[in-house]
């Protein structure tokens, strides 16, 4: 049976644009976005949906100007990320494709040393499974084939401390929840279903390919492979081989 996740990793007042921000939770940090225009803010609210919040102290803060060609005259790029990697500018007439770009780059030394990870999130109420793979190996198809549980299909956080909690972020269709990680799983089409345990050395060499490493900052480096080392002792890796039907679920979920 399916039950519906939780979504009680934040307790924040009803989404408000005001004096020219907008807050976005993103698993726990919460990114202060500033722009004159208030049409793209909200065209930035309705991308972020229901991560977006109020009421909470922001981590990172993002000025977005629609100058994109004194931007591009200046740095010859659409964003900047200043020193410290806590603030940004991006240049945008309309969309948010810049910002969603400039927000993966800062997100995972900004977390560390939790994880920022590839995968879709489903859960069954209890616990988080974790679906990676690489492009086309079926992390949207196994979301879609179960919207009750889903929570995100393209990116989620590993947030660690007394276990691991798993949380969602709103890249691409996503709602807020957290639950603690139960499994994760690495994706292949199969003519069967067939879940099949991972050693915990070659859990970490499949794994790591699936996170976004904050490749600039060499000691954080070391601490989340850390991260990753004890979520892979700790946590069951499968690889999942699975025809795109319902009966899959029994098959991810039965015997842990």
């Not at 919460?30 to 609210?45: K, P, Q, T």
């Not at 929840?177 to 292949?188: C, D, K, N, Q």
Request: with cysteine; net charge negative.
């Amino acid at each position: 049976m399916i039950r519906n996740p939780r979504t009680d990793h934040k307790n924040l007042a009803p989404a408000v644009i005001s004096d020219g921000r907008l807050l976005i939770d993103l698993g726990g940090t919460v990114v202060e976005v500033r722009s004159g225009s208030g049409s793209w803010l909200s065209e930035a609210h309705g991308r972020y949906g229901s991560f977006v919040c109020d009421g909470a102290r922001p981590e990172i803060t993002i000025t977005h100007t629609g100058d994109e060609a004194e931007m591009t005259a200046q740095h010859g790029c659409l964003s900047i990320v200043h020193p410290g990697g806590r603030s940004a500018e991006v240049a945008a007439r309309r969309g948010t494709d810049v910002l969603d770009g400039v927000l993966r780059t800062l997100l995972p030394s900004v977390i560390a040393p939790d994880l920022m990870v590839h995968g879709a999130l489903l859960s069954d109420g209890d616990r988080g499974l974790l679906c990676c793979g690489v492009s086309g190996s079926g992390k949207s198809t196994i979301a879609a084939l179960f919207p009750e549980a889903a929570l995100c299909d393209e990116m989620v956080r590993l947030a660690v401390g007394s276990g691991v909690e798993v949380r969602s972020l709103p890249f691409w269709q996503a709602r807020p929840g957290s639950v603690p990680l139960g499994a994760v799983f690495i994706l292949e089409h199969g003519a069967v279903n067939r879940r099949t345990p991972m050693a915990v050395s070659e859990a970490i060499q499949e794994l790591r390919r699936h996170i976004y490493w904050p490749v600039e900052h060499p000691t954080l480096m070391r601490k989340l492979f850390e991260t990753l080392a004890d979520v892979c002792r700790n946590i069951p890796i499968y690889r999942l081989a699975f025809r795109p039907e319902p009966s899959v679920w029994t098959t991810m979920t039965d015997g842990f």
